[in-house]
């Protein structure tokens, strides 16, 4: 019976959702305030519905209830819990299913808590937050039922996919997606917006959080998702530059795009125009990145296996949403004010330059993932990975990082060249002593780490220099978080340079007794044992390394899943405060020795520590936004 209960929420969820779109939209025609005064409730019902579905559908994969087709085609009954709970998601149906149970709990929060805009804005931006989520119940109830049940019971399940049966499954597409959904409130908002005309400090201020909250996420999603494919997948790196990589990315430039041209209509009311534009833009990166995901466009490990009828149904609903919120955005727009004015040197035109580089780094990552697919629709097969990505994004990149550190240094509305010239004489002098210092040491490596260690550095410092001569108990908690945002973002920068610039590899075939060099550190091959664990069995490698008076031990494996019948490599990895010694064991040569790839990766944790910083910069702003709303 859970799995019928489920389905009924589902659909009284989806019957909610379309009933608050015919009342928001009586509300805003007829001015009737009983009718308006209702659509909040209904918000609020309509997200509790749809909560009691996705619980339901976590308690039949809890309990293995092999009934339900999608328990048997994604899990076990043999699997640990964590895997079983997790699992409920780490399939087609039930991730949409949690999209949109995210989707529901967000129109109910902002039901329940916004108080700072006028009631016809808001009403319209729940109508629209019901509209979208309406595509996705339809698109679940009527293509890809996840209570759907079998004629008979299964024996037992297919078990889920390798790879995902990791903590990392717990944590990363929830938070991806709280950060796809955040977007999608920041676009209804938008779109209530133009539907009411009012465009202006209040509509950002309510928007603001949203967009902040759902920033924090992907930031966290993303990096959580590269540590975890990073250690997961035996490959060494970090980012491979994969459509579904891509695919999180993109909302991730919008939204920090967004970000900035939010709180400068709330704060300064300027970039009116532009804040709705890049509310619409940003939200269609995430439905761009569902599309990409469960479209069958395309093969990857991170990608769910979709037939092209579920592809064509999302297709539709991208188009349905992006399409009429453009041509509301044209209707529309001719009534936006203009706002303030500023000057070119100014804090806003600094965050001017910010948001077209991202965009144009935006437009090279849409360009390389989608160009592929476009070719093969013509039939030519085409591959573009990192090396076109690092040439064509990296500049741009390392020019955005510049204007990055020079921003919080200019004075809003105006400023003299001069003066803010001034203001970066330290960072400029930190930036060339870094370069100075590489040099000196004859460190060969490529001009693109080279200027990014260096940028790094003076990012490093110009991140910190708001906090000169200011008396830091005082200072307000978001400029604290600004602070650390744009010092996560330098020291990441410096990880990632010195990752591209220092890694050192060897890929060797030893026998028990034999050993390597990579790095620092020599590399003794101990022997391999059998190792069983709760639902794989593994050969395992006794790995001794050794740099000085450090010595360490590392187990890397080669797992087998008999559910299903999977071959894994595990890493195994150290971690010291300059860097990670990365082990991989491979397959047996026949001659008794075995193949083995060692990786020393100098200053490689600094990605995962500046993006971490990154997220905790902007929950300290979204806390002292939320504080000084309170006060």
Known sequence: MI?????????????????????????????????????????????????????????????????????????HSAKPWMYKFAGAWGNHEGSMLLWVTILGVAGAGVALLERRIGERTLIATLAAQAAIALGFYAFLLFASNP???????????????????????????????????????????????????DVGPAFARAMRPWVLGAWIFLTLGITAGSYWAYYELGWGGWWFWDPVENASLM????????????????????????????????????????????????????????????????????????????????????TVRQGTTFEVVSREGGLVANNLLLSVILGIVMIGTFYPMVAEAFGRQLSVGPPFFNRAAGPVALVLVAVMAAGPLIRWRRDEGQAVIARLTWPIAAAAFAGATLVVFALPMNPLPFAGIALAVGLAAASVAPLWKRNLARTPLFTWGMVVAHLGIAIALAG????????????????????????????????????????WSALEARLTATRGDDSLILRPQSRFFATPPTATNESAIATRLDGQLYT????????????????????????????????????????????????
């Open 251 to 334: 909302p991730w430039l919008a939204a920090t795009a967004l970000l900035h041209s939010v709180s400068v209509l709330a704060t300064r009311d300027g970039l009116r125009a532009w804040t709705v534009m890049l509310a619409v833009v940003a939200f269609s990166m995430s439905m761009i990145g569902t599309f990409i995901v469960r479209s069958g466009l395309l093969t990857s490990v991170h990608a769910f296996a979709v037939d092209p009828t579920r592809g064509t149904f999302i297709l539709v609903l991208l188009c349905l949403y992006i399409g009429g919120a453009l041509a509301l955005f044209g209707a529309r727009i001719g």
């Open 3 to 75: 799995a019928e209960a489920g389905l009924a929420a589902l659909w009284l969820a989806a019957a909610l959702a379309a009933l608050q779109i015919v009342m928001g939209a009586l509300a805003l025609r007829t001015d009737d305030p009983a009718i308006a005064a209702a659509v909040r409730p209904v918000a609020i019902v309509q997200g509790v519905l749809v909560a009691i579905a996705m619980a339901a559908l976590v308690a039949v994969f809890l309990a293995s209830d092999m009934t339900v087709k999608l328990v048997v085609e994604n899990s």
């Open 584 to 631: 991989v064991l491979g397959q047996p040569d026949g001659t008794g020795r075995w193949q083995m790839r060692f990786w020393w990766k100098p200053f490689v944790t600094l990605i995962w520590l500046g993006g971490a910083l990154v997220a905790l910069g902007g929950m300290l702003s979204l806390v002292g936004r939320m504080r000084k709303r309170r006060a």
């Open 147 to 197: 209570f759907a049940r079998l004629p008979v019971a299964a024996p037992d399940g297919l078990g889920l996919n390798p790879l995902l049966q990791d903590p990392g499954l717990a944590f990363h597409p929830p938070t991806l997606y709280l950060g796809y959904v955040g977007l999608s409130v920041a676009f209804s908002f938008a779109v209530g917006a133009l539907v009411t005309r």
């Open 496 to 535: 990632m340079a010195c990752d591209a610039a220092f890694t050192a590899e060897r890929l060797v075939a030893l026998r028990a007794g034999e050993f390597a060099k990579v790095g620092p550190y020599t590399v003794h091959f101990d022997g391999i044992s059998p190792v069983i664990g709760e639902n």
